[in-house]
């Protein structure tokens, strides 16, 4: 079965400082690793996704995740926080084909920014 | 494009009373799920749809049941709502491989 661990329930970093989101995930096969952002009373946006290639993606809003198959982590990062980071951040792992594209979403962790 | 809608928005029941949410998306994707958020625990699937007519269970299915007649539509029924089932629901859509797109989502009180 896959499974998503998000060791940090919630971080806080000053604006300005960089930021790591860590992930860990269990996968039979191949997976593919998406990293989705939550705003307040907001829907989930897809901010980057794994499915092959090159290990480092870049994402939307200065986001980038590194995909490291050798410790099954998909850690996001950034390197200066903005106060509009503030959110709470949720890796993802799903399949390919055969699949029904089911993700399973770890349970996240809450960004605070202090100015 | 509208991408993926959900209505309503917030609702809140009495124990044992039913109700429907719709989810309809304009993006012409075969796949669609019904997720339910609770604090601490991610999200979780409770049902979902890899085309239109059929439907299949997810993670926490009990006490839901789901409809896709059309393909842009899929609906979630609370058939006896429970306050187990206080929660914000979400609806997402998908080609074949897992980018998923997701609505804004319907908070549910069940009081």
């Known amino acids: 079965a896959q499974s998503v661990t998000q060791p940090d329930i919630h971080i806080t970093v000053s604006e300005g400082a960089s930021l790591e989101l860590r992930c860990n995930y269990s996968?039979?096969?191949?997976?593919?690793l998406f990293w989705y952002v939550q705003s307040p009373g907001q829907g989930l946006q897809l901010l980057l996704k794994?499915?092959?290639?090159?290990?480092l993606v870049q994402g939307i809003k200065g986001f980038e995740a590194e995909f490291k198959r050798s410790q099954s982590s998909f850690n996001l990062r950034k390197p200066s926080v903005h106060w509009s980071d503030a959110a709470e951040y949720f890796c993802?792992?799903?399949?390919?084909?055969?699949?029904?594209?089911?993700?399973?979403f770890g349970t996240g962790t809450r960004l605070q920014v202090t100015l | 494009n509208a991408g993926v809608t959900q209505t309503p928005k917030f609702r809140v029941l009495k124990t044992g009373q039913s109700m429907t949410l719709l989810c309809a998306q304009d993006m012409n994707h075969e796949y669609m799920y019904w997720y339910r958020q609770d604090p601490g625990m991610g999200l979780r699937l409770i049902h979902y749809?890899?085309?239109?007519?059929?439907?299949a269970k997810g993670e926490v299915p009990d006490g839901y049941n789901v409809s896709r007649l059309k393909k842009q539509n899929f609906l979630l029924g609370l058939e006896s709502a429970a306050p187990s089932q206080t929660s914000v629901y979400f609806c997402?859509?998908?080609?074949?491989?897992?980018?998923?797109?997701f609505g804004p989502g319907t908070r549910l009180t069940v009081l």
């Open positions: 997402a859509s998908s080609l074949q491989v897992p980018k998923q797109f």
């Open positions: 996968y039979g096969a191949t997976p593919y």
């Open positions: 993802a792992v799903g399949g390919g084909t055969g699949t029904a594209s089911k993700l399973t």
């Open positions: 794994y499915f092959s290639g090159d290990t």
């Open positions: 749809s890899v085309g239109e007519g059929t439907t």
